[in-house]
């Protein structure tokens, strides 16, 4: 039986690697594999997350998720990782990592794991794929299969070989959804001064959907010129680019001290301007804001930098409440579509299989990893998407030369 896999990204490596010495041949247009992978995670491969739910990916399909992380967990992952001698920590967030904090150590152990199982041909650039006589044609070559496994990952880092050619060169025989990019910044009709540019923050951003609440994270926001970036608003990435596509009206909101309730804080703040009545506000607000943000909230609050604690009234206190705990920011568009992590959508997860990842479309024809319309968090699960969707694939084609 022959298997032709197209793409030796972390969904090809995985799924090599798991064959145990078959037939199989991979093709890749890069000169290596892996090369998105040693992008992840800032370059440190955040592979997995202890905090693993269904909640944590979107697709059309919903169930397809659900069985798919429960045939092949976060913790199968660690434990493989452990079994091909990659030994793994996690942080307090839950994300996991290799030991070695590097992208490389990844990408290594899996090539060396997949080698074993499989022939690389690299800068093969496919150009077309015939299904009904099972070919798939490059520039040079012709290359015939029994089983075809598509894992040419989606649209975005087009720079690493996921361009979307693939997509496109099947999209009149296979259903894909709308596309676009994801955990990525995010361009805002509101935009703080020069002064404020890069400036970070711990702090809560919460995504508002045409006025409902939708989701939000605590974690680094960062102020741009463009608008907003940081973990915490790439862990609100995927829904907030979702409902972008759907042009639904989105706001973000940022709380700059989310360990208090808007009551809190105001005492809180209160008692600050009552001690240091004679003080102006900006000195008040000193070791309460970050110093290059501070003209900034003032500005925002309607309130003059040298106005003395004494002189702040009732509607100036509660402008500036207002500001520290919901400062609003309406999103127009994705800032950064050239390095955005991850692709909504793709291969409609409701014509593939779930128990092999084969198309209900086209026999013989399997997709697995970023191809898919399934887009994980920020925080590892994309990967682990990658792992669990190649087990089940390669599971299913290793039983049957049984």
Known sequence: MKILVIGAGVAGLFFASFMDKHEVIVLD???????????????????????????????????FIDRTIKYFTNEDLIKYFNEIGIATTNLPSGRCYPKTMSSKTVRNALFLEAKENADF????????????????????????????????????????????????????????????????????????????????????ASLYVDGKFIKSSIDDVIFQDYGLTGTA?????????????EQNSSHIYIDFFPEYSREEFAGYLASLITKFAKRSIKDILIGVINEKLLDDILKISH???????????????????????????????????????????????NFINP????????????????????????????????????????????????
Not at 368 to 394: F, M, T
Request: contains cysteine; positive net charge; hydrophobic residues 35%.
């Open 233 to 245: 608003i790439l862990d609100i990435s995927n829904d907030l680019s979702q409902n972008l596509m």
């Open 121 to 204: 041909i690299f800068e093969e650039d496919v150009s077309d794929i015939d299904f009904k006589n099972k070919k798939v044609k490059t520039k040079g070559k012709t290359y015939a299969y029994d089983k075809l496994v598509i894992a040419s990952g989606g649209i975005t880092l087009k720079n690493s070989g996921s361009d979307g050619k693939i997509l496109d060169l099947i999209k009149k025989e296979i259903p894909i959804t709308q596309m676009t990019y994801a955990i990525t910044n995010y361009e805002t009709r509101e935009k703080l001064s020069k002064k404020a540019k890069g400036t970070k923050v711990t702090a809560k």
């Open 355 to 402: 128990k092999t990842m084969e198309s209900t479309k086209q026999k013989d024809v399997f997709f697995i990893g970023e191809c898919q319309d399934v887009a994980g968090d920020c925080g590892g699960y994309n990967i682990s998407w990658a792992a669990s969707s190649a087990k089940v694939a390669s599971d299913y084609l290793r039983s049957l030369d049984v």
């Open 303 to 349: 309130i003059k930098s040298h106005k003395k604690g004494f002189e702040i009234n009732e509607r100036d206190f509660e402008s500036l409440v207002s500001t520290l705990k919901e400062l609003r920011f309406e999103v127009l568009k994705i800032h950064d579509i050239e390095n955005a992590q991850v692709t909504l959508g793709g291969v409609d997860s």
């Open 29 to 63: 247009k890069n000169e290596f594999a892996g090369r998105k992978l040693l992008a992840t995670g800032n370059g440190r491969c955040n592979f997995t997350n202890l905090n693993f739910d269904r909640e944590n990916f979107k697709a059309n399909n919903q169930e």
